[in-house]
């Protein structure tokens, strides 16, 4: 995915800043392909949210605008078939690190900002994905100031050695867990799509 836009010369007469990283998104979005009819609807809701014309990026926490747009990023051990997951505080469960995707942000930007922020790390792509999202969800969030994510959702390479700190401010722990231990965690505790996740990257990862 292209890094960020430059700032727009207000003397141009072309598209604008927001009207390009709108078709990029569009773009990001349908070059996905959908696990299963959930992940199909979520594409066709957020391309809709994106070709409205409603504003993509939060402006003010937590809410502002009710539907925003996240990054979230896998942290993929490939060799022991492990994936990190954050206990966020405010969210309550355990999820992939990630955030809110700035305004004029390129979301892969956001990966790459969040990664260090929350994990001291440099984002690396997964080979299996390159800088593309692997899988997209719209869920409301629960708590006050409850709006929609629309999440895009990243996979990252690293060994499970080079996370070695993160972000206690915003979570309480970190875990690595096999594929079919989180499958076999309670989704309670979990983001609520972290099982089908978990299934298309298996079924990306290790095909029969």
Known sequence: MPADLPPQDPSYDGPSHDDLLRTRLLDTLQAIEPWDEQERAHLQSAAQWASSGAPLHRTRKPDVPAMHLVSYFAVHDEARHELLLVAHRKAGLWLPPGGHVEPGEDPWTTVVRECREELHLDAVASPL??????????????????????????????????????????????RWLTETQILDEPLESMDPHMHRFTRKLRHRAHPR
Do not use: M, N
Not at 136 to 152: C, E, F, K, Q
């Open 129 to 174: 994905t390159g800088k593309q999202p692997f899988f997209v969800t719209v869920t409301p969030t629960r708590g006050p100031g409850s709006h929609t994510d629309v999440s895009l959702w990243y996979l990252l390479r690293a060994s499970r050695d080079s996370v070695t700190s993160y972000d206690q401010g915003e979570f309480d722990g970190i």
